[in-house]
Every structure is written in structure tokens, then in C-alpha cells.
């Protein structure tokens, strides 16, 4: 069964960071296209980053460039989201997909999701 669980949500202040964990189980990362979304209230999902399995490039939204970083170790079956500089704007519930082709809206599998709370 494939399962895909999100850690290291919180609270934070204003200019603080947060590094979040996806742990993956029943595939193996180095066969898929890793993605990164989040949904703040009221606001559709939205996409932060991918890490692409064909080619291992690793892309960004323009709302997240500069300040987030996305990893994974394959050796752990974990993926990692690394958040800098955080604004209040980025408050959301932050997901982690995988997909056996690429990064899209629809990807095969989801985790349940981490809340991030940044406060002013």
C-alpha cells in the first residue's frame, strides 16, 4: 500500500522557517516525480515545487522561488521541504504528491497534509 505522511508543521513567526518531512512507504522516490502544494482557506490548491524523476531537476512556483527547497533522500524514502523566510501569506496546509509520470494537479498519491501557521 503506498502511503505518503507529512511532518514538521507548526507555528511560526514572521521571517522564521520550518523544514517539512514526507515519508513515503510502498514505492520507492526514485521512481516518481515528487511534488509540493499547499491550500491556504478558502484558496484552491496550489503548487510550490517538483521534483521531476526523469530528469531530477527540482522546479518552483514563482511565490515560493529563493525561499523554499525541495530534497529528497532516496536511501530514507523521504522527501523534504525546506521553508525560509516565511510570511504570513504562507499559512496553509502543505501536501506532498507523487506521480509515476510528473507533476500535475491530479498526482496519483497524497498525503493527508501539515498545517503551517506563520504569524505576524
Known amino acids: 500500500e503506498v502511503q505518503l505522511v507529512e511532518s514538521g508543521g507548526g507555528l511560526v513567526q514572521t521571517g522564521g522557517s520550518l523544514r517539512l518531512s514526507c515519508a513515503a512507504s510502498?514505492?520507492?522516490?526514485?521512481?516518481?516525480?515528487i511534488g509540493w502544494f499547499r491550500q491556504a482557506p478558502g484558496k484552491e490548491r496550489e503548487g510550490l515545487a517538483c521534483i521531476s524523476g526523469p530528469d531530477g531537476g527540482t522546479y518552483y512556483s514563482s511565490s515560493v522561488q529563493g525561499r523554499f527547497t525541495a530534497s529528497s533522500d532516496n536511501a530514507k524514502n523521504t522527501a523534504y521541504l525546506q521553508m525560509n523566510s516565511l510570511r504570513p501569506e504562507d499559512t496553509a496546509v502543505y501536501y506532498c504528491?507523487?506521480?509515476?509520470?510528473?507533476?500535475?494537479?491530479?498526482?496519483?498519491?497524497w498525503g493527508k497534509g501539515t498545517l503551517v501557521t506563520v504569524s505576524s
Open positions: 510502498g514505492f520507492s522516490f526514485d521512481e516518481y516525480a
Open positions: 504528491a507523487v506521480d509515476p509520470r510528473s507533476c500535475h494537479r491530479s498526482m496519483k498519491y
